[in-house]
T-cell receptor, first 115, second 111 residues
Framework: DTGVSQNPRHKITKRGQNVTFRCDPI?????LYWYRQTLGQGPEFLTY????????KSRLLSDRFSAERPKGSFSTLEIQRTEQGDSAMYLC?????????????FGQGTRLTVV | TQLLEQSPQFLSIQEGENLTVYCNSS?????LQWYRQEPGEGPVLLVT?????EVKKLKRLTFQFGDARKDSSLHITAAQTGDTGLYLC???????????FGAGTILRVKS
């Protein structure tokens, strides 16, 4: 399967702990996006990369969140000092940059529960 | 901020009925995508519409992009229980590079 892959699928952590999620995009895609989704809502944009460059970061993203895409391939999203409000589904998507439209393909997501 | 408003928020219908879901904005979008999402899974791309007035069909699903590229609709004919899910519209912001999502329409089709 050559789709977007996210690990882990589920993560339960205690408040105050750090967590890191990984996303492997579709291999030929040079754009990679992170979204957060709470129950019954649409995905909320967090940040996106074009190759290894982080081009945009949501103003809603606190400084406890950091994302990297060191070699323009896989990406990691780290949340430091987790809070209960961080509990959500974290979605990764990828797309091609040379298309006229942004046709994003999503992974299955990482469900984070902060207890 | 370019907002996409979806309506209705929730729809519960009997198998065999028709339905339409709407996605509206005051902003112009380069394109609009429709996704379907099941609980615990990521959104799955159904269709992309690019040209104002464009109509695309995917089996029993018909997607339309408004002439001014500010709105879109999804029509399902003879709904089936397998159509149950969260339907999301997403816009490719004309001056940006990310997808902005609506809040979604939860569709429940009862047998």
């Amino acid at each position: 399967d050559t789709g977007v892959s996210q690990n882990p699928r589920h993560k339960i952590t205690k408040r105050g702990q750090n967590v890191t999620f990984r996303c492997d995009p579709i291999s030929e895609h040079n754009r990679l996006y992170w979204y957060r989704q709470t129950l019954g809502q649409g995905p909320e944009f967090l940040t996106y990369f074009q190759n290894e460059a982080q081009l945009e970061k949501s103003r809603l993203l606190s400084d406890r969140f950091s994302a990297e895409r060191p070699k323009g391939s896989f990406s990691t999203l780290e949340i430091q000092r987790t809070e209960q409000g961080d509990s959500a589904m974290y979605l990764c998507a990828s797309s091609l940059e040379d298309r006229e439209v942004t046709e994003a393909f999503f992974g299955q997501g990482t469900r984070l529960t902060v207890v | 901020t370019q907002l996409l408003e979806q309506s209705p928020q929730f729809l519960s219908i009997q198998e065999g009925e028709n339905l339409t879901v709407y996605c509206n904005s005051s902003s112009v979008f380069s394109s609009l995508q429709w996704y379907r999402q099941e609980p615990g899974e990521g959104p799955v791309l159904l269709v992309t519409v690019v040209t104002g007035g464009e109509v695309k069909k995917l089996k029993r699903l018909t997607f339309q992009f408004g002439d001014a590229r500010k709105d879109s609709s999804l029509h399902i004919t003879a709904a089936q229980t397998g159509d149950t899910g969260l339907y999301l519209c997403a816009g490719d912001a004309e001056y940006g590079n990310k997808l902005v999502f609506g809040a979604g329409t939860i569709l429940r089709v009862k047998s």
